[in-house]
């Protein structure tokens, strides 16, 4: 038999309740705080990424689905979201909206990754990314939405770590003397930090090589670096944040996997297995890098499948399964006409309401009803027609009551009211 690719999966019915469930709090959410939803293709030219999130991290460098098409283009399956949407923005003349613009998404990434608890080859990104703002209040904002999500998600064992990793006017000074601290034992490190240390010495401070690891120990901190205005704005955020009575800790290791960052980066962590559960921060030179007009912006994402766990372990007693209100049993070929047309009546007023459709006998479509949990079982006959009255048996009391068929609004409001 064919099984599914290493790194994907299938999502069943019962699950896909929950993901609905998530998808319908974090779209309230979102569109409480003003964002519209963006859908962007899968696929795009693979320079976005190689420009957009940059040449020298893993995404780019090793875990990148890319092909050449028939057509000989340079092909990648997006691996993140952020340079899609930029680029969606620059193409579409987004800038000369009323600025902030504010976009939320989700949609599936692919990465070519070590497939391990967390980590997927396929999975999904709920994200947002917002245009045009400067102020660290842009910052404040988006961090309070996360911190908003949590909460209506009922997620408690989160943390929220900040960090501030400059400009490119500061990083310049911090680069030299991070430079400077891995020099010497440049030898120690991975091959791909190596390859890192020209490139943007930065990334290896984000790599997950215990050796390298314990190498950066002592490195120095961007925080030391700050250049007057990346300092103003991250006690802004700071100072901001404390009022707004959101919790959170400065982690000068934050350096976040994606070139593209600038000043604020944060990530929210769960605090039972210590995964990444949305992480984000501003980048306000990706959309002029990118080819459009300087413009400053902030967003994140968070991984699905992650938030989905979090979220079951927060939320042990949720129920998700929708049991059928009716099930409406015919015996003879007339009825099963008279069934189907009444069962499509209740469909229509939003009553979920199903008959037989395999042709069984009556004996056996009790059963199959009583198996899918029937709130309600409804039998209809040649008699029962000719009567316009029926028996309604309510599967939890096992009371029967007598209902008149043609008056479908009296038999909705007693299904309802049960
Ligand atoms: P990490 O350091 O964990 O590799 P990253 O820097 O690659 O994370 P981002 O690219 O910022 O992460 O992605 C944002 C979020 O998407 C992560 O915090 C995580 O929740 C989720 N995510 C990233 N990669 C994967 C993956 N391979 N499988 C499942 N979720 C993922
Ligand atoms: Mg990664």
């Known amino acids: 038999m064919i099984q599914k690719l290493k790194g994907t999966r299938d999502i069943l019915p019962e699950e896909v309740k929950l993901w609905q469930y998530i998808e319908n709090i974090s779209k309230n959410v979102f569109e409480n705080y003003g964002y519209d939803e963006i859908r962007v293709p899968v696929i795009e030219a693979l320079e976005l990424f190689q420009r957009g999130v940059g040449e020298a991290t893993d995404v780019v460098q090793k875990e990148m689905y890319n092909f050449e098409d028939k057509g000989g283009r340079k092909i990648a399956l997006r691996p993140e979201g952020t340079a899609g949407v930029v680029r969606a923005y620059i193409e579409n003349g987004m800038s000369s909206s009323l600025s902030p613009v504010k976009l939320w998404y989700h949609m599936p990434m692919y990465r070519y990754e070590n497939v391990q608890k967390g980590r997927q080859r396929e999975f999904n990104q709920l994200g947002v990314e917002l245009f045009g703002a400067e102020s660290y209040l842009a910052d404040t904002e988006v961090i309070e939405m996360c911190d908003m999500l949590f909460k209506k998600l009922n997620i408690n064992d989160i943390e929220l770590n900040i960090n501030s990793i400059g400009c490119p006017t500061c990083r310049k000074e911090y680069l030299e003397a991070l430079k400077e601290y891995i020099r010497p034992n440049l030898e120690k490190y991975c091959t791909t930090c190596k390859t890192r240390f020209e490139k943007n010495p930065m990334r290896i401070l984000d790599c997950k090589e215990e050796n390298c690891k314990k190498l950066n120990k002592n490195a120095p901190k961007i925080l030391d670096y700050l250049c007057e205005e990346c300092k103003n704005h991250f006690e802004n955020v700071k100072n901001r944040l404390d009022k707004l009575e959101i919790k959170y800790k400065v982690d000068s290791n934050i350096v976040r996997g994606l070139d593209y960052y600038t000043k604020t980066v944060f990530e929210f962590i769960s605090k039972i297995d210590g995964l990444t559960v949305l992480a984000g921060g501003r980048y306000d030179g990706l959309v002029e890098e990118l080819g459009g007009m300087h413009t400053p912006a902030i967003g994140f994402a968070s991984g699905m499948e992650r938030l ?85 048996k309510c599967m939890n009391s096992g009371k029967e009551l007598e209902i008149k068929l043609d008056d479908i609004n009296e038999l909705i409001k007693t299904l309802k009211n049960q």
């Open 308 to 392: 989905i766990e979090v979220f079951k372990l927060n939320n042990k007693e949720l129920d998700f399964s929708k049991s059928l209100d009716i099930f409406v049993a015919s015996i003879g070929d007339e009825a099963d006409i008279y069934c189907a047309k009444l069962v499509k009546k209740l469909r229509e007023k939003g009553i979920i309401a199903e008959k037989d459709i395999m042709e069984r006998s009556i004996k056996a479509q009790f059963k199959y009803a009583d198996k899918k949990n029937a709130k309600f079982v409804l039998t209809i006959g040649d008699e029962e027609i000719n009567n316009n009255e029926a028996k309604l």
